[in-house]
Nanobody
Framework: VQLQASGGGLVQPGDSLRLSCEAS????????LGWFRQAPGKEREFVAA????????YYADSVKGRFTMSRDITRETAWLQMNSLKPEDTAVYYC???????????????????WGQGTLVTVSS
């Protein structure tokens, strides 16, 4: 599986963006997709994840209530809808495939793989 993230850009505080993550081959041997982000000088951190079959999702506390994940299995695509963006959301956003057998609810980068190149989100006035 190769993942391609897209949809980033420059927005103002309070604006919205929708990121896309496309899988180039069947994602079914992975249990879902996750979004992580990395700000300059900081480690990559978990943002959100979604299960392929269940559609269930979970989120980091910092984005809960503002960000929502969705997916379309037939299109092998997942989206991250980001509302009420804040300057602290500025980062490169990466999507990764949730490795089968790794626990649901994990936020560890090592439980995801096939990272795409990332897409930059800048929130600034």
């Amino acid at each position: 599986v190769q993942l391609q993230a897209s949809g980033g850009g420059l927005v103002q505080p309070g604006d919205s963006l929708r990121l896309s993550c496309e899988a180039s081959s069947t994602p079914f041997r992975y249990i879902g997709l996750g979004w992580f982000r990395q700000a300059p000088g900081k480690e990559r951190e978990f943002v959100a994840a979604i299960g392929w079959s269940s559609g269930g999702s979970y989120y980091a506390d910092s984005v809960k209530g503002r960000f929502t994940m969705s997916r379309d299995i037939t299109r092998e695509t997942a989206w991250l809808q980001m509302n009420s963006l804040k300057p602290e959301d500025t980062a490169v956003y990466y999507c990764g495939a949730h490795i089968m057998g790794r626990p649901w609810g994990t936020t560890r980068t090592s439980d995801f793989r096939a990272w795409g190149q990332g897409t930059l989100v800048t929130v600034s006035s």
